[in-house]
T-cell receptor, first 115, second 115 residues
Framework: DADVTQTPRNRITKTGKRIMLECSQTKGHDRMYWYRQDPGLGLQLIYYSFDVKDINKGEISDGYSVSRQAQAKFSLSLESAIPNQTALYFC??????????????FGEGSWLTVV | AQSVTQLGSHVSVSEGALVLLRCNYSSSVPPYLFWYVQYPNQGLQLLLKYTTGATLVKGINGFEAEFKKSETSFHLTKPSAHMSDAAEYFCALMYSGGGADGLTFGKGTHLIIQP
């Protein structure tokens, strides 16, 4: 079983609909992240969370919101999806306790298509 | 501001030939640098990372990278390419401090292996 699990893995939704992507991890890490990948653009940080009570905006947070329901769960919501939010979304985790340069571990991604 | 530049969106090499993927960075503080690989329809997997100490870093699958501060580079190499190396490769720089945390990614290099 994957250490970082994302659901759904694939989703097609209509413009204006609310969509939630969920992430859970079994690594026991305190930090969690949501990234977006667009072809030719690499990955961009949407939101990150240091713990349940600490949530921060990343580079491209407009149009997105997040919820850290527990240390192991971090969900990403699109309140009103638009076509240019069509992308591959990654959840990731890291462990602050490992110190500087700690590795960030990625889930397998969630393909979201907004039509 | 910190940034990562990967030279060449596509690199093609013959099986058995040297693989060289280029990465240059810009950072106002000593950087932590990473290489990730993404196989088709999969998430990102850490190949190797540089934090401190030895500037030649060895990773998985025979890859290595050398941190050169004077050239602000962290190029990825492998002496002999295998067909299984065909994938997307991302260079990334970790930033931490000032309340921020996460990775800044390059745009990726697609490695093609010719038989």
């Amino acid at each position: 079983d994957a250490d970082v699990t994302q659901t759904p893995r694939n989703r097609i939704t209509k413009t204006g609909k609310r969509i939630m992507l969920e992430c859970s991890q079994t690594k026991g890490h305190d930090r969690m992240y949501w990234y977006r990948q667009d072809p030719g653009l690499g990955l961009q940080l949407i939101y990150y969370s240091f713990d349940v009570k600490d949530i921060n905006k990343g580079e491209i947070s407009d149009g997105y919101s997040v919820s850290r329901q527990a240390q192991a769960k971090f969900s990403l919501s699109l309140e009103s999806a638009i076509p240019n939010q069509t992308a591959l979304y990654f959840c990731a985790t890291s462990d602050r306790a490992t110190g500087a340069g700690n590795t960030i571990y990625f889930g397998e991604g969630s393909w979201l298509t907004v039509v | 501001a910190q940034s990562v530049t990967q030279l060449g969106s596509h690199v093609s090499v013959s099986e058995g030939a040297l693989v060289l993927l280029r990465c240059n960075y810009s950072s106002s503080v000593p950087p932590y640098l990473f290489w990730y690989v993404q196989y088709p329809n999969q998430g990102l997997q850490l190949l190797l990372k540089y934090t401190t100490g030895a500037t030649l870093v060895k990773g998985i699958n025979g890859f290595e990278a050398e941190f050169k501060k004077s050239e602000t580079s962290f190029h990825l190499t492998k002496p002999s390419a295998h067909m299984s190396d065909a994938a997307e490769y991302f260079c990334a720089l970790m930033y931490s401090g000032g309340g921020a945390d996460g990775l800044t990614f390059g745009k990726g290099t697609h490695l093609i292996i010719q038989p």
